[in-house]
């Protein structure tokens, strides 16, 4: 299995090295011309160029910031001080080796905010040069990829996503799931393993294959919680799953709950799973939300089943997605639990976001719910498999940044950021 390591290693390298193959152009990534969004101090993106010793960086026309270059694909830089409402520009200059290479100028606009209420995560921005990742030519692969589990570890944004075939030739089903594996240095350049690390082997896999992994890491080893099957004979859902020592080596544990799926541990900021009164806590549920809790990670007791207590007019499907805790210094006491399915969409989105407010006190109980999606689907990368769709089992604080990469239409793997508030 060594060389599956030892492969991946050489094509980062390989990808680093060919990050900077046009140093002449400087680009501008996100956001994009004529881009709208709430956010008022949006992260910044733009293609690396390798003559530049620094970069500066212009908001309607001042200087903003300077920053050193990184031998990293893109580069980002989150904006300090709020934008005001209204239309703006920005452009990148490299400088460095004697000469300046100066960025195309582009308009954003900042649209007047939601009131969000203050203990909810956003809104977000959508990363301009969506999708980060797309079906691949690997058979495994080849129709959808999306729904990805992200950690940044060792420098690196570490991936786990669900791959599907396209299956043509009638001798593979073309609706079964397996997980890939794929690492960043910027979190929008990923490079993927040509071979799935979870692979659909078992007769808890058979059905379905594996699906929309949790990755979370806890004192050096990395878990991933996936969805699988009863067995080969039955559609029952369960929820599966397995440890690493790397991220791509993985022992499966197999089956810890049935008759659910999504495994929503409530972890820290940085993907590390919370203790909570000297118990590891899960939020689970297929358009419906229970709790269940663990003394070491691997062995899961009963699910407790709560009523979300929905507002009046929000329909299923439904499902929890990620559970943070940890997030804020002025309310120690929040869990903020994101959640995905039509919701109050009915006739305009299959699936968008929501977020709802737990609390270590008592994890069982809502305190609070957002009245609408905080991140709904607009784009044509949104819609694949599934119309209008966007899904998400990631979100991670990274630089002073919230960084979500989400399932785009059952198709695609795309990115949002928002700035951290606290």
Known sequence: MKHKSVLLAVMLSLTAISAHANPDDLTLCSPQNGDHF????????????????????F???????????????????????????????????????????DSTNFTFTVDPSTDWPIWAIGPFVKYGGNPILRPADEWWESWNVYNPGVIFDHDRFRMLYRGQENMTDGSR???????????????????????????????????????????????????????????????????????????????????????????????DPVGTPVKINGKFVMYTGNSSL????????????????????????????????????????????????????????????????????????????????????????????ESGTFQNCIWMNSILLHDGQWWMHYGAGDRNIGLATAPAED
């Not at 709430?38 to 960086?57: M, N, T």
């Not at 071979?195 to 990755?215: H, T, W």
């Not at 080893?221 to 067995?231: D, E, P, Q, R």
């Open 173 to 267: 089903n073309r609706t079964l799931s397996r997980i890939g594996y794929a690492e960043s240095s910027d979190g929008v350049t990923f490079v993927c393993a040509p071979f799935p690390v979870i692979d659909a082997k078992e007769p808890f896999e058979s059905r379905y294959g594996c699906e929309d992994a949790r990755l979370v890491k806890y004192r050096g080893v990395y878990y991933a919680f996936y969805t699988g099957n009863l067995n080969e004979n039955s559609g029952e859902i369960c929820l599966c799953e397995a440890t690493s020592s790397d991220c791509i080596h993985w022992n499966k544990l197999g089956i810890i709950e049935t008759g659910t799926k999504n495994g929503a541990i409530v972890r």
């Open 38 to 57: 709430e956010v008022s101090r949006p992260l910044l993106f733009w293609e690396s160029s390798k003559k530049a010793g620094h970069y500066e960086i």
């Open 290 to 381: 229970g709790v269940c809790y663990s003394d070491d990670l691997i062995h899961w007791g009963p699910i407790t089943w709560i009523d979300p207590k929905f507002p009046a007019g929000w329909v299923a499907p439904y499902e929890p997605c990620v559970a943070v805790a940890n997030y804020t210094h002025k309310q120690p006491d929040n869990i903020v639990l994101f959640i995905a399915g039509t919701l109050n969409g009915r006739g305009k989105w299959f699936y968008a976001i929501s977020e709802m407010l737990f609390s270590k006190s008592n994890v069982t109980e809502k305190k609070a719910q957002l009245d609408d999606c905080i991140m709904k689907p607009a784009e044509n990368y």
């Open 59 to 101: 908001i309607d026309d001042k200087q903003i910031a300077r920053v050193k270059a990184a031998p990293i694909p893109v580069m980002s830089y989150a904006i300090r001080r709020p934008l005001t409402a209204g239309t703006h520009h920005w452009f990148v200059k490299a400088t460095g080796s004697g000469t300046e290479i």
